[in-house]
Every structure is written in C-alpha cells, then in structure tokens.
C-alpha cells in the first residue's frame, strides 16, 4: 500500500472483484480528488500513519520490541504526522 501510487490505485480500482459499483464510484471520486493534488505518480500513502499499524501486529515483524532500533523509527514517523 505504502508503494503504490495513485495511478496504480486507479488500476487495481478497475480489476478488483471485490469491489462493487458504489465502491468503485467512491474510490474513483477519492482518486479524483487526489489528483487534482498530487501527480499520479505520487505515494499517497507513504506515510507510516497509514500502515505502521500493520508492521508493528504483522507476522515477520514479532522481533521488533527486541530492538530500540527498530522502535525509533515509529517514533521518528510521529513527528511527520
């Protein structure tokens, strides 16, 4: 998610079956708005506000209380929100 830019949003809107047509029609309204923005081009969820959550619960990531390296840098991201 973090990767993917708004033109690859736009993408996955138009091949993603899960989706029915009202959610297709709200994304493609967010979309819209966004790049109106920002370039297609750019990560509109870059920020780890976004996704942070998931690398701290995710699996592969269980040995990040282990490091005070690792934690510093969701304490750096705070100051980007």
């Known amino acids: 998610m973090r990767d993917t830019d708004i033109q690859g949003f736009l993408d996955w809107r138009k091949q993603c079956s899960l989706l029915d047509a009202d959610w297709r029609g709200i994304l493609q309204r967010y979309l819209n708005r966004q790049s109106k923005t ?44």
């Not at 509109?44 to 990040?64: D, H, R, T």
């Not at 934690?71 to 750096?76: P, S, T």
Request: net charge negative.
């Open 38 to 81: 920002e370039e297609t081009h750019a990560k509109i969820y870059q920020n780890p506000f976004y996704w942070a959550g998931f690398c701290a619960a995710g699996k592969g990531e269980q040995n990040m209380t282990d490091s005070i390296g690792k934690l510093e840098i969701f304490q750096r991201a705070d100051k980007f929100t």
